[in-house]
């Protein structure tokens, strides 16, 4: 059957504007692939639609070939920062999971008093807006108070590619509605002040932790040695290339014998054969090999 002009004519032109968003799309994919090595992958346009599509408009950016190309031209301006930062922020909870922490003051801990160790390093690889590093050094704080030990410092790097949920995190001010997903009462109670509708981490769960922006995609050296790194639901985002590569750079940035906690839901089988798996009651952590 042929169309009339006029539906030929207009479904050229559908047929052009959808090529010309696929090749949009397909552009931010591997602009955010070179920039923080998140890979989305096909068919996630709605992900990229719910995350800048506010941000585009405010910036009055008008697709996303064009965001593309305003962020290639200008790279570090405003909104580059702000782009990465929509694309890279993801949910996160107080204690997640439970084990890693079960795990930091049941055998981590111990095990560095048993070996005399004076100073221990933990390397908070996502910290997000600052529940994983402040729950980790809750962790230290409670272990340092109730146990003996031999342990002079615990000292807590926590990184992300997001400077503004870093901002965030270093000011440890939290509304009740996150505290209610996985803060015990007797935590808040003892290990925060509350400011009117807020809630603000006290300075000496604070002080033992430095943040620092960072993308997994650098180099690891500038960041010293660790005893434990947590990089928990960041690996499922790259590509296999990029888990394989971080992997070996975690590797290397461990002390002999240190420990790598993923998240629930990642595995090192086929990217890594430098760890040994250890099984725990309901998870699981790797230690580096000898």
């Not at 055998?107 to 160790?117: C, D, F, S, T």
């Not at 015990?184 to 809630?199: I, N, P, T």
């Amino acid at each position: 059957m042929t169309l009339p002009r006029e539906q030929g004519a207009m479904l050229g032109e559908f047929g052009s504007k959808d090529l010309v968003e696929q090749q949009g799309y397909d552009d931010f994919c591997h602009f955010l692939a070179m920039a923080c090595g998140i890979v989305l992958g096909e068919n996630r346009q709605y992900l990229v639609s719910s995350r800048l599509d506010s941000l585009m408009e405010a910036h009055g950016v008008a697709s996303l070939a064009e965001l593309v190309a305003d962020l290639k031209q200008h790279p570090g301006s405003k909104i580059y920062i702000a782009v990465v930062d929509a694309m890279t922020t993801n949910e996160t909870s107080w204690f997640r999971d439970g084990y890693p922490y079960d795990f930091l003051y049941d055998q981590l801990l111990p095990y560095a008093v048993a070996k005399h160790k004076k100073n221990l390093r933990i390397w908070s690889a996502a910290a997000s807006s600052g529940q994983e590093p402040y729950s980790i050094s809750i962790i230290v704080d409670e272990y340092l108070k109730n146990r003996c030990h031999s342990l002079t410092a615990v000292d807590i790097v926590a990184t992300d590619i997001s400077q503004s949920v870093l901002n965030s995190a270093k000011e440890g001010v939290f509304h009740q509605s996150s505290l209610d997903r996985g803060m015990s009462q007797r935590r808040v109670a003892q290990y925060f002040d509350e400011k009117g509708a807020l809630w603000k981490i006290k300075d000496e769960i604070k002080q033992r932790i430095a943040f620092r922006e960072f993308n997994l995609l650098g180099s690891f050296s500038a960041l010293g040695k660790f005893d434990i790194i947590f990089c928990r639901n960041v690996l499922i985002y790259f590509s296999a290339e990029t888990r394989k590569d971080i992997l070996v750079r975690i590797a290397r940035a461990l002390n002999p014998l240190g420990y790598l906690v993923l998240g629930g839901a990642e595995s090192i089988a086929n990217y890594s054969d430098s760890f040994n798996v250890v099984r725990l009651n309901n998870g699981l952590v790797y230690q580096l090999k000898e």
